[in-house]
C-alpha cells in the first residue's frame, strides 16, 4: 500500500514538473513574440520620425514659391503639429489599447494624406520641379513613404505571428493567466481615403 502511494505521488510530481515545463516553455514563446512585435514597433515609429523632421523644411520650400497653396502647405503644418501632440502614454499603450493604437493611426494617415496632396500640388509650379533642394526633399518623403509602407507590412507580419501563437488554445489559457500582459496587437489598417485618388484643385 505505501509503494503504490509512493507510486502515485510521483506520477503527480512528475505531472507537476511536465506542466510547469510547459507553461514556462509558453510564457518564453509568448515573450519573444511580444519583443518582436514591440523592436518593429519601434522601427515604425522611426521612419515616422523621420517623415515629421522632413516636414519644416519641405514646408519652407514650398511657401517660397509664388503664388503656392497656402492652405496646402498650411494643412501640412497643422497635421505635423498633431502627430507631436500625440502623448507618450497614447504611443506607450498602443500596443496593448486599440483605441490608443488606432489615434495614434489615424494622426499619422492625416499627415500622410496631407502630404501627398502637397506633393501633387507642387507638380503645377515649374520653379519648385526645378528647386534641386525641392528635388531632394521630395525624394527623401517618398522614399520614407516607402519605408514607412515596409515597416508597417514588417509589424503586421509579427503582429499576425503574435496573435496566431497567443490565439492558439491551449496557450490562449496561458496568456489570459497574465493579465493584458499578453493582449492581442491591434493591425495597421489601410486608410479608407486611400481607396481614391486627392483631388487637386490648381490655382
Known amino acids: 500500500m505505501q509503494r503504490r502511494s509512493s507510486y502515485a505521488l ?11 515545463l510547459w ?16 523592436a518593429q514597433w519601434g522601427q515604425v515609429q522611426t521612419a515616422y520620425q523621420r517623415r515629421a523632421d522632413l516636414i519644416p523644411n519641405l514646408v519652407a520650400t514650398v511657401r517660397g514659391a509664388a503664388n503656392f497653396e497656402k492652405s496646402t502647405y498650411v494643412a501640412v503644418a497643422q497635421a505635423r503639429a498633431q502627430v ?20 495614434y493611426q489615424h494622426v499619422q ?8 496632396r502637397l506633393l501633387a500640388v507642387s507638380e503645377n509650379y ?18 520614407t513613404e516607402n519605408r514607412i509602407s515596409v515597416e508597417r507590412r514588417r509589424y ?19 496568456a489570459g493567466l497574465f493579465g493584458s500582459r499578453f493582449n492581442e496587437k491591434p493591425y495597421f489598417e489601410a486608410d479608407s ?3 481614391s485618388a486627392p483631388h487637386v484643385t490648381f490655382p
Open 10 to 20: 510521483w506520477i503527480v510530481l512528475g505531472l507537476v514538473v511536465v506542466l510547469a
Open 23 to 38: 507553461i514556462f516553455s509558453t510564457f518564453n514563446s509568448l515573450v519573444t513574440l511580444d519583443q518582436n512585435v514591440q
Open 84 to 103: 507631436g501632440q500625440i502623448s507618450p502614454q497614447v504611443v506607450q499603450s498602443a500596443l496593448s489599447n486599440p483605441q490608443a493604437f488606432a489615434q
Open 109 to 116: 494617415d492625416t499627415l500622410g494624406s496631407a502630404l501627398s
Open 126 to 143: 515649374p520653379q519648385l520641379q526645378a528647386n534641386q533642394d525641392f528635388l531632394t526633399l521630395q525624394a527623401q518623403i517618398e522614399g
Open 156 to 174: 503586421n507580419d509579427e503582429a499576425r505571428a503574435f496573435n496566431t501563437r497567443r490565439d492558439t488554445a491551449p496557450t490562449v489559457f496561458i
Open 193 to 195: 481615403s486611400a481607396q
